[in-house]
């Protein structure tokens, strides 16, 4: 039989008994829907997850600490150990040499201080946070209020949502103003002169042999308020409320708390950084670059294990989602075998006309199976479309909620192509699979006996 015949008949069949075939189709598309709902909303996290903590800069970013010498805590190490080497110092140096490794796209140090901060007669503890330029166009900054930097070295400042609200009862009203920041400010001490150089001869390049403390005071006009905390990322010491840009942050030389460590070495010491952050061009190269500041000598972490942890939680939640959204077109097969069952009680004599006449019983499979290939096809692609109408509508309340608690919108559903054309495909193979019963059982009819049913 040819493919436009076995076609023809097929959709002629199904036009006949509409209402018993449409309802056995929807079904179909409600199975479909469910399972398309439940498959995009966990996209739909994975992709909102994946999207905030990119856009925050951990996944492509590594934080390089120096390595402690803690071997024996001062007591007297074996005789045949190895001895320790003392640790590298994180200095300019370092930073300059990380710089330079293949696929680094910046390098800045960590600068957060405590601070107090006066706004319109009133004193305010805070902790002060460095923000680098290129932190612009992270997703942390996403909706704020106002705008960012107007440039790398602007007196300008950005407020943490909570903060502003304790400076005004009205946040908004804060864009534009001025406050001001008092901060202790880290002085290099001169040494003595003709104090004897740690290298050798006179030390007279005035090498600071210690730091005094400074009070200090900046004016700086607030210019945005983010809802988040974008400074306080991994490693960092407490969460910056304040944010300035991170060249400002550097040139107040603000005392901060690895000053002490720079005291202990001894004087001709370099200042040297608690911390700093390397960002890699992608998040596939961290993995190198942080192999890389290792064997520098340096101590690094970054997010690699939580990454791929979250990549098998949300395998795991994809798999328990498609497992529930299956149930309901479990149900929908079996509609399809009881439609296709009565179908073969209804048209004996038509089934034994056409044996009658030379069709194989390949020919009567084949038309089963098309029918059932045909409400599989119009079920998937009206359950693709029920399952984005549940959830446009799942979304639409989410954000209303979202709105009412004063949390910025979020899209929780996703439907990327790979699924909508595998929800189709799933459907049509599941609607042939319920065939299989019905089309063997209306091939092995026999012709006379259908024949003599009517």
Do not use: C
């Amino acid at each position: 039989m040819k493919a436009a015949d076995l076609g023809e008949l097929a959709v002629r069949n199904l036009r006949e008994a509409i209402l018993r075939n449409s309802l056995t189709t929807l079904g179909i598309a409600v199975g479909i829907a469910s399972l398309v709902a439940m498959l995009s909303l966990g996209v739909g996290l994975q992709e909102l997850a994946s999207k905030r903590l990119s856009g925050s800069g951990l996944f492509d970013t590594v934080l390089v600490m120096p390595r402690m010498k803690l071997r024996g805590f001062g007591r007297p190490s074996p005789r045949n150990s190895t001895p320790v080497p003392d640790a590298r110092p994180l200095d300019e140096s370092a930073r300059g040499e990380m710089a330079k490794l293949p696929n680094v796209a910046e390098v800045f140090p960590q600068v957060r201080f405590l601070t107090e901060v006066r706004y319109a007669g009133n004193s305010y503890s805070t902790t002060v946070a460095g923000v680098p330029a290129s932190a612009s166009g992270g997703g942390a900054f996403e909706g704020m209020q106002g705008s960012f930097f107007s440039s790398a070295g602007a007196d300008e400042a950005i407020l943490q949502i909570e903060f502003a609200k304790e400076l005004s009862a009205q946040p908004a009203t804060l864009l534009g103003k001025e406050l001001v920041l008092r901060y202790a400010e880290r002085q290099a001490l001169a040494a003595p002169s003709g104090a004897a150089d740690p290298a050798g001869g006179d030390n007279n390049d005035n090498e600071g042999s210690g730091f005094s403390i400074v009070p200090q005071e900046k004016k700086l006009r607030i210019v945005g308020i983010v809802e988040t905390e974008p400074a306080g990322g991994f490693g960092g010491f407490g969460s910056g409320r304040l944010l300035i840009p991170l060249s400002v942050a550097e040139s107040l030389r603000a005392a901060q708390v690895n000053d002490l460590s720079d005291v202990v070495r001894g004087p001709g010491a370099k200042p040297s950084y608690s911390s700093l952050t390397v960002r890699a061009q992608k998040a596939a190269q961290v993995e190198a670059i942080e192999t890389a500041i290792k064997n520098m000598g340096f101590t690094t972490f970054s997010l690699l294990d939580a990454t791929r942890n979250l990549r098998m939680f949300f395998a795991v939640f994809d798999l328990l989602l498609a497992i529930f959204g299956s149930l309901a077109l479990a149900v929908a097969t079996l509609g399809i075998v009881n439609t296709l069952v009565m179908a073969i009680l209804e048209r004996r004599r038509e089934i034994g006309i056409l044996k009658a006449l030379g069709a194989a019983d390949r020919d009567v499979k084949q038309l089963f199976f098309v029918e059932a290939g045909v409400m599989g096809l119009f079920g998937g692609v009206l359950g693709v479309g029920l399952g984005w109408v549940i959830g446009q509508a799942v979304t639409w309340g989410t954000n209303v909620y979202m709105q009412q608690q004063n949390l910025p919108p979020a899209h929780v559903f996703s439907q990327p192509w790979w699924l909508v054309g595998g929800a189709i495909a799933f459907a049509v193979v599941v609607s042939l699979a319920a065939g299989l019963y019905p089309a063997s059982r209306a091939a092995r009819l026999n012709p006379v006996e259908a024949l003599r049913y009517e």
